[in-house]
Nanobody, 122 residues
Framework: QVELVESGGGSVQAGGSLRLSCAPS????????KAWFRRAPGKEREFVAG????????LYADSVKGRFSISRDDAKDLVYLQMNSLKPEDTADYLC???????????????WGQGTQVTVSS
């Protein structure tokens, strides 16, 4: 069963922008810290960006700092990833995760989506 559903992926040229959205597929999930991960072909899943449940603290991978921005709208129970100045190396399947265990570890027992594909061409 899918706990989260990502949307907003697509194909863009280098320098373009996309905004990804993540919504719960069942129970409300607005009271948890959330994060975005990505998995590129032949590579392990890597952390991209995270946001605390109160929205005050954020954390970004060095590779996306200054280009990506994570935000949340708890009234709509959504989390977003605004991606600007996209590079070919950003090409990956992007997954949303919710810290359901409140451990900020994002393990298998936490909630995950199945991903949305982002392809950046040169």
């Amino acid at each position: 069963q899918v706990e989260l559903v990502e949307s907003g992926g697509g194909s863009v040229q280098a320098g373009g922008s996309l905004r990804l959205s993540c919504a719960p597929s069942g129970r409300p999930l607005y009271g948890f810290s959330k994060a975005w991960f990505r998995r590129a072909p032949g590579k392990e899943r890597e952390f991209v960006a995270g946001i605390r449940r109160n929205g005050v603290g954020t954390l970004y991978a060095d590779s996306v700092k200054g280009r990506f921005s994570i935000s949340r709208d708890d009234a709509k129970d959504l989390v977003y990833l605004q991606m600007n100045s996209l590079k070919p190396e950003d090409t990956a399947d992007y997954l949303c995760a919710v810290d359901s265990q409140r451990m900020i570890q994002f393990r298998a027992e936490d909630y995950w989506g199945q991903g949305t594909q982002v392809t950046v061409s040169s």
